[in-house]
């Protein structure tokens, strides 16, 4: 019993650390795409 618990939190534990480990790359993402979508740079590159 005791092992099964510690297993799930385990299980749960990995997945904690999986959304965290993707964060860092989701903000840069979304800070590229806001820059580009920014109207002065949108003129200034005739994007």
Same mark, same amino acid.
């Given at each position: 019993?005791?092992? +099964?618990? /510690?297993?799930?939190?385990? +299980? =749960?534990? +990995? #997945?904690?650390?999986? #959304? =965290?480990? !993707? *964060?860092? !790359?989701? +903000? #840069? !993402? *979304?800070?590229?795409? =806001?820059? /580009?979508? $920014?109207?002065?740079? =949108?003129? #200034?590159? $005739?994007?």
């Amino acid at each position: 019993m005791k092992e +099964r618990i /510690f297993a799930l939190l385990q +299980r =749960i534990e +990995r #997945s904690f650390m999986l #959304s =965290i480990a !993707v *964060l860092p !790359v989701t +903000r #840069s !993402v *979304l800070g590229l795409a =806001i820059a /580009f979508a $920014n109207e002065t740079m =949108i003129t #200034s590159y $005739n994007l």
